[in-house]
């Protein structure tokens, strides 16, 4: 099975910085695109940005010029450095992968819309 960790949430106060990491483990051959969720207390969840095994990234307008996400392939790792943060930005954000191809007893196996179970970033002063 394939599972995200996330990491790096926390109280930031406005205007400051936080860098999120969201780990996927399993016996992983590829994965498609990897993204990041937010949810706010009594909103629906809401997609923040997006990237493409070949690094091609999309983003929210409300975050675009301050949050940058990456990923590092050999790592199953995907990131999201988040700065100028204000106090909208509160919410829990959410690792998501697309597709992934990984391995179990020598098949070869998709598994698709696997989600982290979240990690809380509050902005407040």
């Known amino acids: 099975q394939v599972q995200l960790v996330e990491s790096g949430g926390g109280l930031v106060q406005p205007g400051g910085s936080l860098r999120l990491s969201c780990a996927a483990s399993?016996?992983?051959?590829?994965?498609?695109?990897m993204g990041w969720y937010r949810q706010a207390l009594g909103k629906e969840r809401e997609s923040v940005a997006g990237?493409?095994?070949?690094?091609?990234?999309n983003y929210a307008d409300s975050v675009k010029g301050r949050f940058t996400i990456s990923r590092d392939n050999a790592k199953n790792t995907v990131y999201l450095q988040m700065n100028s943060l204000k106090p909208e930005d509160t919410a829990v954000y959410y690792c998501?992968?697309?597709?992934?191809?990984?391995?179990?007893?020598?098949?070869?196996?998709?598994?698709?819309?696997?989600w982290g179970q979240g990690t809380q970033v509050t902005v407040s002063s």
């Open positions: 998501n992968v697309d597709r992934v191809l990984y391995s179990r007893d020598s098949t070869r196996l998709w598994a698709t819309d696997i």
């Open positions: 399993g016996s992983i051959l590829s994965i498609n695109t």
């Open positions: 990237i493409t095994s070949g690094g091609s990234s």
